[in-house]
């Protein structure tokens, strides 16, 4: 009997906690609800930089405003971004710092030679321990940090043409001033 | 005015669905035989009303009525006639029309063959494919009208994405969605039988004919997807674990278990709240996929518009649908208890495993899909990629790929193990030396490819083997050919995942490279004009033992409403291998360029294998048993009738 209980109710069980567990993500992933982070210092880094062979930290970039992406190879939606972000590295004259995410040398490589390397320093996050520390859910993510290091904004995947120009300049020429 | 119409006849087509929903339920719960009767006429009402409203928003594509938000969003005064079109299921609002419109396809065309349902049945059925189009419609008319106006009128369109320019971007959403629509029938045929409280065999092998069918679509809707990313997306990959890849892949798990689970209920009673349950989950899964693309609640490829409250209210229809079911469900479940008792030693059992296995990975997907959610909801961060999905996968259809020739040599009801197995003997060791031959050929092989390998002529060696020996009817011949293409598809991805060649390489015209006995000549790039686009044009010349074979042309296209050029590959098909080039970037004013060259081997066996399991899945329809039983079940049914009169 108690066999034929667990099999009559456990799909529902799981489909509650599954229909649950949308409802509080999608809360958390929908713009009115910003990101924890924003506001707050940018975790502490030292990470490789990809074709320079430095060492860069979250102090090195400390009295400018800039923006980091994070990307990967393997991501096809970076691939739908990347020519949004490089019209975008083209305009402005802010530091577009990359974050490439998981990334073998190699793939990252041959990925930024055939479609282009927009970004004027590439961070090496292999272990993805600082992607972690940033909070990062899923490449691309794009980041705006102001000239004390803090985060002022965070946008979760594919950056447009649209939200450049309607969020990310305006917040740039405020944070300026 | 054409758009007003448009948006008239959705508003009508949802009160119809609603009448559907109500009035063949009501006469079902009154026993009012007029009542129930109202069920057909309303189905096809209904898809008229729908019909006309799609065929009304392609008809403002073609004349490109800018005034219409949709319109104006998706096409463009340079666009060609055919994607203007195709733009039309391009972006959400059209595409959720479109599936409004096949779904209503679905239900005309349930109730119009349905001769071997009785009228209490089909009533059921209808009203509960009525409530979903409500849900749908209404999702439609509340959160993404695609009749929306734009005053005044622009002159001219933003375009359409190029990316969706393409054929295989024509046909890949509609098949699609003939394939999640479809697996609500299966769904409301089981959730009709729950409120009867009654599941017999014809409900299910009624059921099974449209899983089927909705199971082809849904295969050859995935199998054209990944084609297109192989050749579009311009860098070779066939499947990348995308969260809105696996939302069409968790359905045609969820469904791969239930067709097998459904050959043993259509024949005994057993397993039939199992079947039902994996009916239940396949449609939700659809649904679920349809809410991951759309809610932004996941970045991918796909979630061009992510928009929370669209995602709430398929979260909402999802909650009701699903939970509606499963809630009943738990209530009538012990209503279905089987009555005959399944011996270990059986296909039988085989099945069920079968099903298991196939639960187990959809699950494993859906979990890996949502895994960083979970993370997320209890604070912590991380990230489920490629791998994680690759390695599940693998050690998951270990034990499909070994079980599926023992479940086609064991019989049904009683038979040995043992026996079964001995009698596979001669197919282990053919498959071995040939596995054998195999390793010793080709280079640069690891374990894991190896053992796909086996697998796959594991499975072919075994399903012929037992093909030559048996009576053929049409659902021996569909379940063959199925399982021919499970062969395929295995040699095929272990073939192109861990034999094939990448090269990038610097080349000036003139130039000259070699790979893997070929030899590229690149001839330079000149600009081209085409249709809606300028692109710049690679002439590489493909070469093997000073014969040409062929000369690929790879672009960099440039289309006026878009800022950066876009890269479409080239690509020399072959039997045995594809040979893949695309331009990277214009290095040096002297006209050397990167440009990127692969040799995919066997990629086509893997579609080709993906083909042959939706052909088995259709010559499976033609089957005669099936139809003499329906036969009889229709006989029986006139003959009840004629005694009540």
């Known amino acids: 009997m108690n066999k034929k209980i667990i099999f009559a109710l456990l799909p529902l069980v799981i489909f509650a906690a599954l229909l649950l567990l949308l409802y509080i993500n999608m809360g958390k992933h929908s713009e009115q609800l910003p990101s924890p982070l924003i506001g707050k210092p940018i975790p502490v880094f030292q990470l490789p930089t990809l074709y320079s062979q430095r060492t860069l930290s979250n102090e090195d970039f400390k009295g400018q405003v800039w923006l980091l992406n994070v990307f990967g190879s393997w991501c096809p939606s970076c691939r739908i971004e990347h020519p949004v972000l490089t019209q975008f590295a083209q305009s402005t004259d802010i530091p577009v710092i990359g974050l490439n995410w998981k990334d073998e040398f190699d793939d990252a490589n041959r990925w930024l030679k055939q479609f282009g390397n927009p970004y004027d320093e590439i961070l090496v996050d292999l272990d993805g321990d600082v992607a972690i520390d940033m909070g990062v859910y899923g490449a691309p993510e794009n980041f705006i940090i102001d000239a004390d290091g803090i985060i002022r904004y965070k946008l979760v995947g594919v950056l447009t043409t649209e939200i450049i120009k309607t969020e990310i300049i305006p917040l740039i020429e405020k944070l300026r001033l | ?645």
């Not at chain 2, 669905?17 to 063949?24: E, G, R, V």
């Not at chain 2, 990348?240 to 024949?267: K, M, Y």
């Open chain 2, 1 to 645: 005015m054409l758009a007003a119409i448009g948006q008239f006849n959705l508003i009508i087509a949802l009160m119809l669905s609603l009448l559907l929903a109500i009035i063949p339920m009501v006469g079902y719960a009154r026993n009012n035989t007029a009542l129930m009767h109202t069920g057909r006429p309303l189905a096809y009402a209904l898809f008229l009303a729908v019909l006309s409203s799609f065929l009304i928003l392609i008809t403002l594509f073609i004349q490109q009525d800018f005034s219409v938000t949709y319109v104006w969003q998706h096409s463009s005064l340079e666009l060609p006639l055919r994607y203007r079109i195709t733009a039309t299921w391009g972006a959400h609002e059209g595409s959720i029309l479109m599936w409004i419109t096949i779904q209503a396809l679905w239900i005309a065309a349930v109730a119009r063959f349905s001769g071997a349902l009785n009228l209490n049945q089909l009533s059921r059925v209808l009203s509960i494919l009525g409530l979903i189009s409500v849900g749908f419609i209404a999702f439609i008319l509340f959160t993404s009208n695609p009749f929306e106006r734009t005053f005044p009128a622009p002159l001219d369109g933003r375009d359409l994405n190029p990316l969706l320019q393409d054929f295989g971007m024509i046909v890949h959403p509609p098949l699609l969605y003939f394939g999640y629509v479809g697996l609500s029938v299966a769904f409301a045929l089981s959730v009709a039988a729950l409120i009867g409280g009654k599941i017999d065999e014809h409900w299910i092998r009624w059921s099974k004919k449209w899983t089927n069918m909705a199971w082809a679509f849904l295969t050859m809707g995935i199998i054209l997807g990944s084609w297109w990313a192989y050749y579009e997306l311009g860098w070779g990959g066939w499947w990348f674990w995308d969260p809105v890849e696996n939302a069409s892949f968790l359905p045609w798990l969820a469904g791969t278990a239930l067709i097998h689970v459904q050959a043993v209920s259509e024949r005994k009673n057993a397993f039939r709240g199992w079947t039902v349950l994996l009916a239940i989950t396949a449609f939700s899964l659809s649904v679920l996929g349809t809410f991951l693309v759309r809610s932004g609640s996941i970045t991918s490829v796909h979630s061009f518009a992510a928009d929370p409250t669209r995602g709430l209210f398929i979260l909402g229809l999802l909650a009701l649908f699903a939970g509606g079911a499963l809630i009943l469900f738990a209530l009538r479940a012990d209503k279905l208890r089987s009555t005959e008792a399944v011996n270990f030693n059986s296909k039988e059992t085989l099945l069920l495993a079968n099903s298991l296995i196939f639960i187990v990975a959809t699950f494993t997907v859906l979990l890996g899909t949502i895994f960083p959610m979970i993370f997320e909801a209890i604070g912590q961060k991380i990230s489920v990629g490629a791998p994680y999905f690759g390695l599940m996968f693998f050690l998951i259809m270990i034990p499909m790929a070994l079980l599926l020739p023992l479940a086609g040599q064991v019989h049904w009801q009683k038979d040995v193990f043992t026996v079964a197995c001995r009698s596979l003997w001669p197919y282990a060791s053919l498959s071995i030396i040939m596995t054998a031959l195999v390793w010793w050929s080709v280079d640069h092989i690891n374990v894991r490819g190896i053992v796909c390998i086996l697998g796959a002529f594991w499975v072919f060696t075994a399903t012929t083997g037992h093909f030559l020996k048996n009576k053929k009817t049409a659902g021996f011949i569909g379940m063959t050919i199925a399982h021919w293409g499970v062969a395929f598809f295995l040699f095929g991805m272990a073939m192109v995942e861990h034999t094939d060649t990448e090269k990038d390489v610097l080349l000036k015209p003139g130039q000259n490279i070699h790979l893997n006995g070929y030899d590229f000549e690149f001839k330079g790039v000149q600009w081209v004009n085409k249709e809606n686009y300028r692109a710049q044009q690679g002439q590489v010349l493909v070469s093997k033992n000073n014969q040409v074979i062929t000369t690929l042309k790879p672009q960099k296209r440039h289309y006026p409403k878009q800022q950066n050029p876009m890269t479409e590959a080239s690509i020399y098909p072959g039997f045995t291998k594809d040979i893949y080039v695309s331009l990277g970037e214009q290095i040096n004013n002297q006209g050397a360029w990167a440009v990127r060259i692969y040799i995919k081997p066997f990629i086509r066996w893997m579609w080709f294998g993906g083909i042959l399991m939706l052909l088995g899945a259709v010559v499976g329809l033609f089957s005669a048993r099936i139809k003499r039983l329906e036969q009889r079940q229709i006989n029986q049914m006139m003959k009840e009738e004629l005694n009540l009169l």
